[in-house]
C-alpha cells in the first residue's frame, strides 16, 4: 500500500505483493493513517461547534425593550381613549368601545356606561404610571395607575385615582383590552429568570421592592426604634438621608400615634422602567396596607412608586412615592 502525499487516503496496489511481517510501529502508523482517513483531509480540522443560544424566557416584559414600550403605550391609548367620554355622545363611545375593548373587558365597559348615559357627564382619563407584569408576542398584562376627572350637568367636578390590571392583545395595528381588574391582587413571585439576564434582573428588582415595600409601609408603636432601623436597612440616599434627618421626630410621632399597620402581601407589583446595565429601576406598587388605629381597623390602596438601585449584589430603595394625580 502506498501513501498519497496530497491528503488522499491511501488505495491499494493494484498488484499486491505478499504480505510481510507488521512491526509494531508499522501497525500504529496504518492506525494512524486509517483515523485520518475517517475525518477531513489533512489541514482542515473541524471547527469547534457553538454552544447553543438559550432559549428565550416566556415573559418577554423588559427584555425585549421595543415591545414592552409598545404595549405600554398601546395599553395607554386604549385606557385614555375608552375612558374619557361626553356621556351624551353614545356614538362616539360606542366606536371607541368597539376599536379598544373586546371580551368581557367590553361587557364590564356597558355594564358601567349604562349607569351614567342617561345623565350627561363628561370625564377625562390619564394614565398616571403603567407597569408591565408580563408580555408575549400575542397579550400583555400590564399594571396601571389612572386618574380621572368628571364633570356633570350641574357643574359639580369629581375625582378618583384608580389601581387596574389589564389584559391586553394587539389587534388591527392598535392594542386591544380585553379583561379589566380594577384593585388587583396578586401574590409577589421569586425571583425566576436567568441570573445577568434582562429577565433575572426584573424578576430580581421586582422581588426586592416587593420586599422592601413591605418594611416600608409597616408602622408598629410598640416597636418603633427597630423597625426604623429594618427602615434604614432597605434604603439607599436620598431616601436614606431623610430617614436619618428625620429619625427622632418620626419615632416619636410613632410611639404616639398607637398605629400599627402592614403590607398586605397581595398587593400588586410591577416594574415600570429598567435602565440599560440593570442598575437602576422603578417598580409601581398596589399597595393594600392594612391598618388598626384608635378608631378601628381600616385598609387603604396606596398606589406608590419605589426608585431602585443596586448596590453591589442587593437592590435598594432610593425614593418612595405615592402616585397621584398632579404630583
Not at 96 to 102: C, D, G, I, S
Not at 271 to 286: I, M
Request: hydrophobic content about 40%; glycine content about 8%.
Amino acid at each position: 500500500m502506498t501513501q498519497p502525499t496530497d491528503g488522499r487516503c491511501p488505495r491499494p496496489h493494484p498488484n499486491p505483493r505478499p504480505a510481510k511481517a507488521v512491526t509494531a510501529l508499522a501497525a500504529g502508523a496504518a492506525v494512524l493513517a486509517l483515523a485520518a482517513c475517517g475525518g477531513p483531509a489533512t489541514g482542515s480540522a473541524n471547527p469547534p461547534a457553538a454552544p447553543a443560544s438559550p432559549p428565550a424566557p416566556a415573559n418577554l416584559a423588559y427584555v425585549d425593550a421595543k415591545a414592552t414600550t409598545d404595549a405600554a403605550d398601546g395599553v395607554k391609548k386604549a385606557v385614555e381613549t375608552v375612558f374619557s367620554y361626553d356621556s351624551t355622545q353614545a356614538a362616539a363611545v360606542v366606536k371607541n368601545e368597539q376599536e379598544y375593548l373586546a371580551g368581557p373587558a367590553r361587557a364590564q365597559f356597558d355594564e358601567t356606561f349604562a349607569q351614567v348615559k342617561t345623565t350627561p357627564v363628561q370625564t377625562q382619563t390619564k394614565v398616571l404610571d403603567s407597569g408591565v407584569l408580563d408580555l408575549t408576542r400575542t397579550s400583555a398584562k400590564v399594571l396601571v395607575i389612572a386618574g380621572q376627572q368628571s364633570s356633570g350637568q350641574n357643574g359639580q367636578k369629581n375625582s378618583a385615582t384608580a389601581i387596574m390590571l389589564l389584559t391586553a392583545t394587539p389587534a388591527g395595528g392598535h392594542w386591544q383590552l380585553s379583561q379589566i381588574e380594577v384593585s388587583p391582587k396578586a401574590a409577589a413571585e421569586p425571583a425566576s429568570g436567568r441570573p445577568g439576564t434582562p429577565a433575572g434582573t426584573r424578576d430580581q428588582v421586582l422581588a426586592a421592592a416587593h420586599k422592601a415595600a413591605t418594611v416600608l409601609l409597616t408602622v408598629d408603636a410598640k416597636n418603633a426604634d427597630a423597625l426604623f432601623d429594618s427602615y434604614e436597612s432597605v434604603a439607599a440616599d436620598p431616601l436614606l438621608t431623610q430617614f436619618r434627618q428625620t429619625r427622632a421626630h418620626t419615632v416619636d410621632s410613632m410611639k404616639q400615634s398607637g398605629a400599627k399597620a402592614s403590607l398586605d402581601p397581595l398587593s400588586i407589583a410591577a416594574v415600570s422602567s429598567l435602565n440599560a446595565d440593570g442598575t437602576q429601576a422603578e417598580v409601581l406598587l398596589g399597595g393594600i396596607v392594612n391598618s388598626q388605629q384608635q378608631g378601628g381597623a381600616q385598609q387603604r390602596q396606596i398606589p406608590a412608586r419605589l426608585t431602585m438601585v443596586k448596590q453591589g449584589a442587593t437592590w435598594k430603595v432610593s425614593g418612595l412615592n405615592t402616585v397621584a394625580q398632579g404630583s
